[in-house]
């Protein structure tokens, strides 16, 4: 069962435009949403979050929204640059009480290609 | 933040053997973790290792066959044992810190 998806593998975008990369998540439990950023042969880097309490969050050039009633949440990247071709990984979480931490659940990933 | 640094980079191995990575980090943190991604997909939780006390594991993810060690506050160790082609993954570790997961470069493995 994939509770995180992200249903675009791939996504390829002109310098200086918008790239916008979707995530849908299933279960309501999810109270934190993240993005990383992965380079090839490098571990995956934070990128931006969200809080659940939030329906947006910014960070230069980097927006992320969250619409909990679709279950979705996107980030916008604008401008757009080369720079930013990476993978893009859409996590969710929720606090395990228990334990104390945070356990992600992550999607498959978006393969941003941003051209000249 | 926390740098993470994991040995080794990458291996080939053969089936039916086991291999140990290992995962160091610049400070002390209280909780490591340990992911897979296969090829394509995406990472997916194998245990948590916390300091001092015996790793959980994710469901499908067994102790026998994913020992994990963890000595102290800044190294961890997963073996992947007897190992199969199914295997063939990027390996990654991560620590927690500040509310805030950092990863590891990752150890790329291949099972012929």
Known sequence: DQQVKQNSPSLSVQEGRISILNCDYTNSMFDYFLWYKKYPAEGPTFLISISSIKDKNEDGRFTVFLNKSAKHLSLHIVPSQPGDSAVYFCAASFTMFSGGYNKLIFGAGTRLAVHP | ?112
Do not use: H
């Open chain 2, 1 to 112: 933040s926390a740098v993470i640094s994991q040995k080794p980079s990458r291996d080939i191995c053969q089936r039916g053997t086991s291999l140990t990575i290992q995962c160091q980090v610049d400070s002390q943190v209280t909780m490591m973790f340990w992911y897979r991604q296969q090829p394509g997909q995406s990472l997916t939780l194998i245990a948590t290792a916390n300091q001092g006390s015996e790793a959980t594991y994710e469901s499908g993810f067994v102790i026998d066959k994913f020992p994990i060690s963890r000595p102290n506050l800044t190294f961890s160790t997963l073996t992947v044992s007897n190992m199969s082609p199914e295997d063939s993954s990027i390996y990654l570790c991560s620590a927690e810190t500040r509310n805030e997961q950092f990863f590891g470069p990752g150890t790329r493995l291949t099972v012929l």
